[in-house]
Nanobody, 120 residues
Framework: QVQLVESGGGLVQPGGSLRLSCAASGNIFSISNMGWYRQAPGKERELVATITSGGSTNYPDSVKGRFTISRDNAKNTVYLQMNSLKPEDTAVYYC??????????????WGQGTQVTVSS
């Protein structure tokens, strides 16, 4: 069994910062790409950031320059540092990971989500 457990969400004022963490545990051979997505009320889930096993990152324009994704492969953990937060960043944030259960079997997994609210 594999689990992704997120932490670090909460309430923050506009212009503030938060750091999200997502730790993978269980029967893991290795982890390929990891990422963060978010879903605001009434909207579809959207990409926030991705990172490959080698450390290459990708961001949409909406968060580029404000958010930074990183990972600690030894801890099977991905992070999202969010700076200069705006009210429109308010959403439930989900982590995602493509996990190899064995060399020939890779499956996507999702965390349970953590609420981020940006409001004064």
């Amino acid at each position: 069994q594999v689990q992704l457990v997120e932490s670090g969400g909460g309430l923050v004022q506009p212009g503030g910062s938060l750091r999200l963490s997502c730790a993978a545990s269980g029967n893991i051979f290795s982890i390929s790409n990891m990422g963060w997505y978010r879903q605001a009320p009434g909207k579809e889930r959207e990409l926030v950031a991705t990172i490959t096993s080698g450390g290459s990152t990708n961001y949409p324009d909406s968060v580029k320059g404000r958010f930074t994704i990183s990972r600690d492969n030894a801890k099977n953990t991905v992070y999202l540092q969010m700076n200069s937060l705006k009210p429109e960043d308010t959403a439930v944030y989900y982590c995602n990971a493509y996990i190899l259960l064995r060399p020939s079997l890779v499956q996507p997994y999702w965390g349970q989500g953590t609420q981020v609210t940006v409001s004064s």
